[in-house]
């Protein structure tokens, strides 16, 4: 009788465990199909950015190309790649600027008014300072060969200006082993 009594106790312990797994089962299945309908999309969408970016660049590589959005990159992505020429017409720096014109103290915006944007530009914060650095192509002189003039700016004003060739260059520090 007692042997009959754990053989009772087993199979009842069996099907309740099975009971708890096929449950347990069930819920995992459909959270997983639940997730791969959430998720249906996103592959398509980000072939959709790449799509874009493949597209941008491309036009990139042709000078005087329009940029243009297709329909199926319109929906994955509201934002639109344009020229810099497009962007700003007649900012940018066509024609060299004279060093001697740039004097200590100007601010930002007198800068960008009087030469245009800059060939290139950084920007930077450092203890709570903001540092900017443009760089600007310079007019070929008789005492002045064309070079690139750094102007840095801090908090919006030139604290400096120096020829790119005339700037002291110092080593790079070498690691010993």
Not at 41 to 51: D, L, P, R, S
Not at 74 to 97: D, E, H, N, Q
Request: aromatic letters at 4%; glycine letters at 10%; one cysteine or more.
């Amino acid at each position: 009788m007692k042997s009959l009594g754990f053989l009772i106790i087993g199979v009842a312990c069996a099907a309740i465990t099975w009971g708890q797994a096929a449950v347990e089962y069930a819920v995992g299945a459909g959270a997983a199909t639940g997730a791969a309908a959430g998720a249906k999309g996103a592959g398509q969408a980000v072939g959709g950015v790449f799509g874009a970016v493949t597209q941008t660049l491309n036009q990139a590589a042709q000078p005087g190309a329009p940029v243009t959005a297709s329909s199926s990159t319109a929906s994955a992505s509201t934002s639109s790649a344009t020229p810099a020429s497009a962007a700003k017409p007649g900012s940018v720096a066509t024609k060299p600027i004279d060093p001697a014109q740039v004097a200590l103290g100007m601010n930002r915006d007198e800068l960008i008014a009087r030469f245009g944007e800059p060939a290139t530009r950084t920007t930077q914060i450092r203890r709570s300072q903001m540092l900017d650095t443009f760089w600007y192509n310079t007019a070929a002189h008789d005492t002045i060969p064309k070079d690139e003039l750094i102007v840095s700016l801090t908090d919006g004003k030139v604290v400096s200006t120096v020829l790119a060739s005339e700037r002291k260059r110092r080593p790079v520090a070498s690691v010993r082993r």
